[in-house]
């Protein structure tokens, strides 16, 4: 606590490679790539680049759910993406995502290959692709482009804010930890008054802005990110935990949070999918584990 309070930013910030806790190392303040690595194509129209953070589940979810919709189109290949060892700054997926984060997609559908980057992007993307997980109504379009942008632009707080001071900082502070535990309190507040008069985010239909919420304040509830379930005491929350709870039992989203997922127990992760069957013959081979990153 002391270090921090004595701190004086200098006049020009420099970067310290071993600053910045326990992900330091994926961490960099300049873009483009830092090696040669092509991109692996599959069979599918559809190439996913990610790993299982919540901003890769977003994406999984959904290419679960449409699959089991019937949309026969939305078979795609997910490859790990392996952060810890640099595999987003290679030239292929740089190209695929100038920014360096996963999830990315290069749809070749049309022909002409088409890079989408950005979850949100991904999600709308998809769901207009296949006209589906959308509201069928034209005037609640809004509320889910609302709730969509509403997730966008709040989970930063939870992730690179809460998470990052409260789970992975080299030492705690406790004002960081109190202004982000505020900001995530306040969100989950949100959400749950939401809720408690609506089923889904957009009403009585699941949608995109569901599958873009959950991966990221449904594992906060449910203590799978951070272990942080009884400091924000996200049990209190009643009708965010019944929306969570609902969700987590989907079939296609228990499948899409295995999807590219390389930590945590073993059963759950399957580290690459090209193949509905892969999920019965999953990996046996682990790698290293990831945090607020993607």
């Given at each position: 606590?002391?270090?921090?309070?004595?701190?004086?930013?200098?006049?020009?910030?420099?970067?310290?490679?071993?600053?910045?806790?326990?992900?330091?190392?994926?961490?960099?303040?300049?873009?483009?790539?830092?090696?040669?690595?092509?991109?692996?194509?599959?069979?599918?129209?559809?190439?996913?680049?990610?790993?299982?953070?919540?901003?890769?589940?977003?994406?999984?979810?959904?290419?679960?759910?449409?699959?089991?919709?019937?949309?026969?189109?939305?078979?795609?290949?997910?490859?790990?993406?392996?952060?810890?060892?640099?595999?987003?700054?290679?030239?292929?997926?740089?190209?695929?995502?100038?920014?360096?984060?996963?999830?990315?997609?290069?749809?070749?559908?049309?022909?002409?290959?088409?890079?989408?980057?950005?979850?949100?992007?991904?999600?709308?993307?998809?769901?207009?692709?296949?006209?589906?997980?959308?509201?069928?109504?034209?005037?609640?379009?809004p509320e889910l482009l609302s709730w969509l942008f509403w997730q966008m632009g709040s989970a930063p707080y939870l992730g690179g804010g809460f998470g990052h001071f409260y789970a992975y900082a080299p030492f705690k502070i406790q004002y960081c930890i109190d202004r982000f535990a505020m900001e995530v309190k306040r969100q989950l507040d949100v959400l749950d008054k939401r809720l408690a008069d609506n089923r889904y985010l957009v009403g009585e239909d699941y949608t995109i802005a569901d599958i873009a919420v959950w991966p990221w304040y449904g594992a906060l509830v449910q203590n799978k990110?951070?272990?942080?379930?009884?400091?924000?005491?996200?049990?209190?929350?009643?009708?965010?935990?019944?929306?969570?709870?609902?969700?987590?039992?989907?079939?296609?989203?228990?499948?899409?949070?295995?999807?590219?997922?390389?930590?945590?127990?073993?059963?759950?992760?399957?580290?690459?999918?090209?193949?509905?069957?892969?999920?019965?013959?999953?990996?046996?081979?682990?790698?290293?584990?990831?945090?607020?990153?993607?």
């Open positions: 606590m002391s270090e921090a309070s004595n701190y004086e930013p200098p006049k020009v910030w420099k970067w310290e490679e071993e600053n910045g806790g326990r992900f330091a190392n994926i961490n960099r303040p300049i873009s483009g790539s830092t090696h040669e690595k092509d991109l692996p194509v599959g069979k599918h129209p559809l190439q996913l680049y990610s790993l299982a953070t919540p901003n890769g589940v977003k994406i999984t979810v959904l290419l679960e759910e449409l699959l089991a919709a019937g949309h026969s189109g939305a078979e795609y290949d997910a490859w790990l993406v392996n952060i810890l060892e640099g595999d987003q700054f290679g030239s292929g997926f740089v190209g695929a995502n100038p920014n360096s984060k996963i999830p990315a997609l290069m749809d070749y559908s049309s022909g002409e290959p088409i890079r989408i980057f950005e979850s949100g992007a991904i999600l709308l993307h998809l769901a207009e692709k296949f006209n589906a997980f959308l509201p069928t109504d034209p005037a609640k379009r990110v951070y272990d942080a379930a009884e400091f924000l005491d996200t049990s209190s929350y009643t009708h965010l935990n019944r929306w969570t709870d609902e969700i987590a039992a989907r079939p296609a989203v228990i499948r899409g949070r295995k999807v590219n997922r390389s930590f945590g127990p073993l059963e759950e992760q399957l580290h690459e999918r090209h193949d509905a069957s892969d999920f019965e013959l999953r990996t046996q081979d682990k790698l290293a584990p990831e945090e607020e990153a993607g």
